[in-house]
């Protein structure tokens, strides 16, 4: 059942705040979280150690990451290794990743998902290097900004202490899923783009408008040279894909 309270006793024995918080965080998404990609109503915690994949769906083999804290930083969240979410990024093998909030009382306040195809590197920053008395000196890390994904991307489970229907958060997932099907190398154009296109506020807009973008798909992509035609072609793949309409004489919808 998705029950938003969590159950604390399941981390008697443990001492630092941070293994509590873990225990019990994961302990409810064991109990309660149910697979976004199909009907499954449960996940599967994986064995310790599985490299950034802390639970799986038994029948669609959905990966998923939990990040839980008791802040709620929507903007910017701290993930693994850098070079290691870039080799995940190029090998498309990054989770799905799920971000919780909590409350004091051990209630799930906030939940939101993003789907594994939905991530750019432009949403991904590189942390400086960690300094000579860390324990692991020298080592780089990396937030998501949250931000630089399309709005999307970015599907709630649980809003302000109020669960979403599953049925909705599955249908949510199910229109944006043909992402999915990009071929990997270019995906972060039609994903960039998207959030572009979300940026100008507007439902419709013309090319003009979309080529404000050009400055800051320029630095993401700084070995292209062609940015315009390249925001063309991607607004086709985007029409492709359902997420927006052509409405003639250069002017489009979001839909
Ligand atoms: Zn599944």
Redesign the pocket.
């Known amino acids: 059942m998705f029950t938003l309270q969590m159950n604390p006793t399941v981390a008697e024995g443990y001492k630092s705040n941070s293994q509590v918080a873990r225990r019990i965080t994961e302990g409810w998404a064991t109990e309660s979280l149910y697979?976004?990609?199909?009907?499954?109503e449960r996940?599967i915690p994986t064995p310790n150690n599985s490299a950034a994949i802390d639970f799986y769906?038994?029948?669609?083999?959905?990966a998923y990451q939990l990040k839980a804290s008791k802040r709620w930083d929507e903007r910017r969240v701290p993930d693994a290794g850098y070079e290691a979410m870039v080799r995940a990024l190029h090998s498309d093998s990054v989770p799905n990743l799920l971000l919780m909030q909590y409350t004091d009382d051990w209630a799930v306040k906030n939940l939101l998902v993003v789907p594994s195809f939905f991530f750019s590197i432009s949403a991904v920053e590189r942390r400086p290097p960690l300094g000579p008395n860390a324990r692991r000196a020298g080592w780089i890390g990396c937030n998501i900004i949250l931000s630089k994904i399309a709005d999307e991307g970015k599907i709630r489970l649980v809003s302000d202490g109020n669960a979403v229907a599953a049925e909705s958060v599955r249908a949510d997932y199910d229109r944006i899923r043909p992402i999915a099907r990009l071929d990997v190398k270019t995906r972060g154009w039609t994903l960039d783009v998207l959030r572009i296109v979300h940026k100008i506020g507007t439902r419709e807009f013309d090319l003009t408008t979309a080529y404000k973008g050009e400055n800051e798909l320029a630095s993401i992509y700084p070995a292209n040279k062609n940015i315009r035609p390249k925001i063309r072609q991607q607004l086709q793949v985007l029409r492709d894909l359902g997420f927006i309409a052509f409405l003639g004489n250069g002017r489009y919808r979001l839909l």
């Open positions: 697979c976004i990609s199909c009907k499954s996940v769906c038994g029948i669609c083999s959905a």
